[in-house]
């Protein structure tokens, strides 16, 4: 079969790599498989081939003889990509003279050719895990999917580690069933545990990962870091997360290459620099874009295409440019303040040079002094190739209720079928008979008994046992509801006379007032007023600064990050010959720490306290990112609380933490009482307070994606308003009435495991165990400090009874 | 704790519940409970806690017990949605309990007066008692002082160390009171008070003014 493929290639004077052809191999032998591949290396040739190859195979007369229905399925995460891989695809099928179709089909899909595509399936479909739930929401799917031979899971490191990759374990623990000869494909950038991304895909203990193998690219592309390097120090800021002070250092970067990408972390800084940018240089207007996931989709492609063509000199963007899309131009990538990940550092850095031998370039640009520490590690990270993991999620309920949902929607479920099938998953493999009857009990009675009085309707049960939804208004508000991205409640920002611009978080407009000027896509826009799910806006001459804030997740560094910061934090102490060029620069700051305080050393942890306007600093370094630094101030804080009634705040970057109060806390007595224990630390948190408004939050997504919540049909926000109660009322009376639920559990699960890594914090205690601790009374705030003590976005904790805490507050009521 | 005030000579106690009780009339005022949202919801597929339901009559009978008042008065969005099987729940509720009941209309009292009037549950859109006016949507009235619900009131508070929080109230400006909501499963709307504006916050079991 393969000169089939190798003469194709030849004629478009290519050379199939070795992977590609190990794939081929594989696929036409039935083998199941994970490739290992970056972007832009040919990896859609690797799998489309195969697939098309393999119908050539079992359909000798393919040119004359189109044999209808589906045969392969492409699930990309980002609906943006789809159109690249429809061409790939196109190319094979037409060239190879096959009649074979290739079809599209996400939320972007009209509904006109969604129902063609009901009543004739395209041969090749690409479609979003989502879309595909929905599929498996229709009835008779199970016809739709019978022949099918392949399913190939793009960019699975993307959906791994996230629930959206739970949804997919899901589906295709279905489509294993239904369909009769298939063969499971994921392709993966790198990651630290691409084994077990495997497994995940194709299932634990299934035969299928007994058939498979993990193939892997190899390509050796070089990547250069560079960090810019402020000249003066001396007034190189102390915090701040815009980075504009060096804006004029990318300028010369900008103009000494083809296009130049530069990635932003949020995007509100991406509005940001992009205003700026043009503002100090008009010269580029008409050659500077924006792209990020809320501008509209017409512009986002635009700008796609601009980049293509050679049209633009730069676009600042955000994560939406991380994925897909093949832009050979860029020859520059600038990544404005950390990207607190490798991975996503190398992916982005991989964005310029993308023809294969050439070489990817990328500036890290620092927003505040701290940061230097942390381009130095990057670029010792991506030396050593220092990938994180992405950590799969177990038992996720909620995703199993919709899952459950969606099959009663569609053709019914006999639950002794389906135990077996989700049971051979990687998220439920361990799942109790017990857990899965509570599933089919909340399903059924919207509890575990049976009362008169209770209303509650979803799923029936039939009398042989089938579980379905009869009702038709069920079906429909769970089809609308599939999914398990749960965002803010979003307005779309319009203009008065008609034309979408983009969508903001409610949120934000809400605190607008009629007349507001505020920076959108790019423009200065005025806010006229909200109709039904709209904002009206005309466009303004006004300078603003009021720029949407989203509530992006904020990212934490991973275990191996950590650590490299720690070693580059302590070549501080180095002569400077032996330090980086970064570490070098930072010389004047070190020593302001060293004059307030110390830069500590492997065998120590620093602790400062100092006393501003604010009320009482006490800070902590314990250098393990983000994520751990919440859990152990949220911890410490816990247990000082025992010791003597306290009320605080916490804040926390990747360095340390800081727990602010407005009475001084006995650092001697944390000491003395061995506070940082490991011992008793899993009951000690689940105590904190903290810990429930964590969970309170991580319990939004759940109740929506198990459907306890509904969030409306799009563009009809107030119609089914009755409906809609706000998910913060309900974890309140679970917590007070039905604490043995399984949904406000998992809520406390993934808190504990996925937000503040319990595994990894019990290490860093440990760690700390070790060490010397070092308490300095500073008179000032440090640099070290700074960035946190600054931090608006803070947590609360308090042990003290409410009203004590309301007699001191009430002097500063807001009137 | 409760606490006192004095309005128009007048005695009113506020109770930690989210109740106020007359005293010179012997008459409980009570808004916003929202019987049958919970069921509303169950029937619609959300599995709200069916404990929750419940615990809206257990506080009833908690704040009836304390005032043992001659006449409650409900000030709208008694019930949340049309009629379900919370009703008959109230039904027994309204039987045992050894008080004239009425109920001054909201928004969401949607529900045939005629169900309630088998109940003896007087129904009015508004009520005037001396100079004291009682309604479900706040309104200023010359020469009255108006009762009422509807927006559930919160405050938040702000202390040293960036504290923050925000927690249910009674809100009185100079010739209005507005009420918490009682209910169990019902959200809180933050006001912002001005200088003459009166705010006697709930927390845990005690009213403070804050």
């Not at chain 1, 509209?296 to 730069?314: D, G, H, Y």
């Not at chain 1, 302001?592 to 009482?616: A, N």
């Not at chain 1, 003395?672 to 490991?678: C, E, I, K, S």
Request: hydrophobic share 40%; with cysteine.
């Amino acid at each position: 079969m393969f000169h089939i493929a190798e003469s194709w290639f030849q004629q478009q004077s290519w050379k199939p790599f070795p992977f590609q052809k190990q794939t081929w191999t594989a696929f036409l032998e039935g083998k199941h498989g994970l490739l290992n591949a970056p972007t832009g290396s040919g990896k859609t040739y690797a799998l489309w081939f195969p697939i098309v190859l393999n119908y050539i195979h079992n359909h000798p007369d393919y040119q004359t003889k189109h044999k209808k229905g589906l045969k392969a399925v492409w699930i990309t995460p980002l609906r943006a990509l789809s159109q690249e891989i429809k061409q790939s695809a196109e190319r094979i099928t037409q060239d190879l003279g096959t009649q074979m179709t290739v079809g599209i089909r996400t939320g972007d899909t009209s509904t006109k050719e969604r129902s063609k595509q009901r009543t004739a399936m395209p041969d090749l479909l690409i479609t979003t895990p989502e879309s595909l739930h929905l599929l498996l929401s229709s009835k008779g799917y199970a016809k739709l999917f019978k022949d099918c031979t392949a399913i190939v899971v793009d960019e699975w490191h993307e959906l791994l580690g996230t629930k959206r990759g739970v949804q997919m374990e899901l589906g295709l623990s279905r489509l294993k069933t239904v369909c009769k000869n298939l063969r499971i494909w994921g392709i993966s950038a790198t990651i630290g545990n691409l084994e077990q991304a495997r497994e995940v895909l194709l299932g634990p203990t299934s035969k299928e990962l007994e058939n498979s193998v993990l193939i892997k690219a190899e390509i050796n592309k070089k990547i250069t870091v560079k960090s810019i390097i402020p000249e003066e120090m001396e007034t190189f800021p102390w915090r701040g997360h815009l980075g504009l002070h060096l804006l004029e250092d990318v300028i010369p970067i900008i103009n000494n290459s083809k296009t130049t990408l530069l990635f932003t972390n949020t995007r509100s800084q991406c509005e940001i620099w992009f205003q700026k940018i043009l503002e100090q240089h008009p010269e580029y207007a008409g050659e500077l874009a924006m792209h990020h996931g809320s501008i509209n989709k017409e512009t986002r492609l635009w700008v796609e295409q601009a980049i293509r063509n050679e049209s633009l000199r730069a676009v600042v963007c955000t994560s939406s440019l991380d994925l897909g899309v093949d832009f050979a131009p860029v020859e520059t990538v600038i990544q404005i303040g950390g990207p607190k990940g490798v991975a996503r550092f190398l992916q982005r850095a991989g964005r310029s040079g993308h023809r294969p031998g050439k070489e990817s370039v990328i500036y890290f640009l620092p927003t505040h002094a701290m940061e230097l520490i942390e381009a130095s590690a990057m670029q010792k990270a991506v030396r050593h190739h220092a990938v994180e993991d992405r950590i799969p999620y177990l038992n996720s309920f909620d995703v199993l209720l919709q899952y459950l949902t969606t099959l009663a929607v569609s053709d019914g479920f006999y639950p002794d079928e389906i135990y077996e099938e989700v049971k051979q998953t990687f998220c439920y493999q361990a799942l109790s008979e017990a857990q899965w009857q509570w599933l089919l009990n909340f399903l059924v009675m919207g509890s575990q008994s049976l009362k008169s009085y209770d209303e509650y309707k979803k799923v029936e049960v039939e009398d042989d046992g089938k579980f379905i939804v009869n009702s038709r208004a069920v079906a429909m508000r769970h089809r609308f509801q599939i999914g398990t991205i749960v965002g803010d409640a979003t307005i779309h920002v319009r203009y008065q006379k008609g034309g979408y611009i983009g969508s903001i978080e409610e949120y934000f407009i809400s605190k607008l007032s009629p007349g507001d000027v505020f920076t959108f896509a790019g423009r200065n826009l005025e806010f006229i007023r909200i109709k039904g799910m709209s904002a009206h806006v005309v466009n303004s001459t006004k300078r603003t600064n009021k720029v949407p804030s989203w509530m992006g997740g904020r990212l934490s560094f991973s275990a191996k990050m950590s650590e490299l910061l720690r070693e580059e934090l302590y070549t501080a102490e180095l002569p400077q010959n032996e330090q980086s060029p970064e570490i070098q620069s930072l010389a004047p700051m070190f020593t302001k720490q060293r004059e307030e305080s110390m830069v500590p050393q492997p065998h120590q942890f620093l602790i400062e306290t100092f006393k501003t306007s604010d009320g009482y600093h006490h800070i902590f370094y314990p250098f393990e990112g983000r994520a751990i630094h919440e859990g152990m101030s949220s911890l410490l804080a816990y247990r000082i609380s025992l010791l003597t009634p306290i009320t605080c705040s916490l804040a926390f970057n990747d360095c340390g933490f800081e727990l602010l109060s407005d009475k001084k806390i006995d650092i001697q007595a944390i000491l003395d009482n061995d506070l940082f224990t490991p011992e008793y630390m899993l009951s000690d948190l689940q105590k904190s307070l903290n810990s429930n408004e964590m969970a309170r939050r991580k319990f939004r997504d759940i109740a929506v994606i198990s459907g306890m919540v509904f969030t409306g049909y799009p563009e009809k926000g107030v119609k089914m308003k009755h409906l809609q109660s706000s998910s913060e009322l309900l974890f309140d009376v679970f917590k007070d009435f039905e604490d043995d639920n399984l949904l406000y559990q998992q809520a406390y699960t993934e808190t504990f495991e996925h937000q503040l890594e319990e595994g990894r914090l019990r290490l860093a205690l440990e760690r700390i165990a070790q060490q010397e601790i070092v308490w300095k009374q500073c008179k000032n705030p440090t640099p070290f400090s700074f960035p946190i003590i600054t931090d608006r976005l803070r947590e609360k904790l308090s042990n003290e009874k409410l009203a004590d805490r309301i007699k001191r507050m009430t002097a500063k009521l807001t009137r | 704790m409760s606490q006192t005030i004095q309005i128009k000579n007048q005695n009113f106690t506020l109770h930690p519940l989210g109740g106020l009780f007359w005293e010179e009339k012997s008459l409980l005022l009570i808004s916003d409970v929202h019987l049958g949202k919970v069921n509303h919801f169950r029937k619609f597929g959300a599995a709200v806690p069916r404990k929750a339901i419940h615990q809206n009559f257990v506080l009833l009978d908690r704040i009836v017990a304390d005032f043992q008042p001659f006449q409650i008065c409900f000030l709208g969005d008694l019930f949340h949605s049309s009629l379900n099987k919370e009703w008959e729940l109230f039904e027994n509720w309204v039987a045992k309990t050894p008080a004239e009941i009425i109920l001054v209309t909201g928004n969401h009292d949607i529900i045939a007066p005629e169900k309630f009037e088998k109940l003896d549950v007087k129904i009015f859109p508004e009520l005037i008692m001396d100079h004291f006016l009682l309604t479900h949507h706040p309104e200023e009235r010359e020469g009255f002082f108006t009762f009422c619900g509807h927006i559930h009131p919160a405050v938040k508070l702000k202390g040293l160390g960036r504290q923050q929080l925000r927690i249910p109230c009674f809100f009185k400006s100079e010739h209005q009171m507005v009420l918490p909501a009682f209910g169990e499963f019902t959200g809180t709307h933050t006001l912002k008070p001005s200088k003459t504006d009166e705010v006697f916050a709930i927390v845990e079991d005690m009213v403070v003014k804050v």
